[in-house]
């Protein structure tokens, strides 16, 4: 099993800002996600993080609004920009293990945008 | 594109009541489905899983088939705990991904269990 690490676990933040989430794991991983957990909402993907190129983004979700790194195979972070209220989410971190089968999570970062 | 409908939550069942949670489907050729559970102030943890058609994945008493004829997946625990209280998650990976990347996962279901 892989554990992964989120820093902050939470955050309060004020619109215009950018807060970075730091992702670690402790092996090394080939594929790491990051998904959004709306309040009362379900997880939505934002994008697959790759090592060593830029991350690929799914639909609604755009690099400008959440750059993304991941320079090794151990971590990542993800960038919320110039944030506004509609941002207060969970953010969580994913990364494959299992031989690929099976998906692990962090315990996300609880991000609140006043 | 891909969905997952889950029935909505709260559920409150007394312990040692049988659970079933529905979860079904829309997704192209065969996914790979997956159960996640949220313990309160925790993060998500696989409870089980399934690969391919009438695969039944198990876990701590939970069960699930893989129901291609209709396209469901639904949890089940023949007696539940207090200790079971928490959210469930459903969730698909795409065809073709062979592994459980990408996830699409339904809204969660809550469960409560009361002595």
């Known amino acids: 099993s892989a554990v992964i690490s989120q820093k902050p676990s939470r955050d309060i933040c004020q619109r215009g800002t950018s807060l970075t989430i730091q992702c670690q794991v402790d092996?090394?991983?080939?594929?790491m996600f990051w998904y959004r957990q709306q309040p009362g909402q379900s997880l939505t993907l934002i994008a697959t993080?790759?090592?060593?190129?830029?991350?690929?983004?799914e639909s609604g979700f755009v690099i400008d609004k959440f750059p993304i790194s991941r320079p090794n195979l151990t971590f990542s972070t993800l960038t919320v920009s110039n944030m506004s209220p509609e941002d207060s989410s969970i953010y969580l971190c994913s990364a494959l293990g299992g031989g690929g089968t099976e998906a692990f999570f962090g315990q996300g970062t609880r991000l609140t945008v006043v | 594109g891909n969905s997952v409908t889950q029935m909505e939550g709260p559920v409150t069942l007394s312990e040692e009541a049988f659970l079933t949670i529905n979860c079904t489907y829309t997704?192209?050729?065969?996914?790979?489905l997956f159960w996640y559970v949220q313990y309160p102030g925790e993060g998500l943890q696989l409870l089980l899983k399934a690969t391919k058609a009438d695969d039944k994945g198990s876990n701590k008493g939970f069960e699930a088939t893989y129901r291609k004829e209709t396209t469901s997946f639904h949890l089940e625990k023949g007696s539940v705990q207090v200790s079971d209280s928490a959210v469930y998650f459903c969730a698909l990976s795409p065809v073709g991904t062979g592994t459980a990347s990408k996830l699409t996962f339904g809204t969660g279901t809550r469960l409560q269990v009361t002595l």
């Open positions: 997704a192209t050729g065969y996914p790979s």
């Open positions: 092996s090394q991983v080939t594929m």
């Open positions: 993080a790759n090592q060593g190129s830029e991350a690929t983004y």
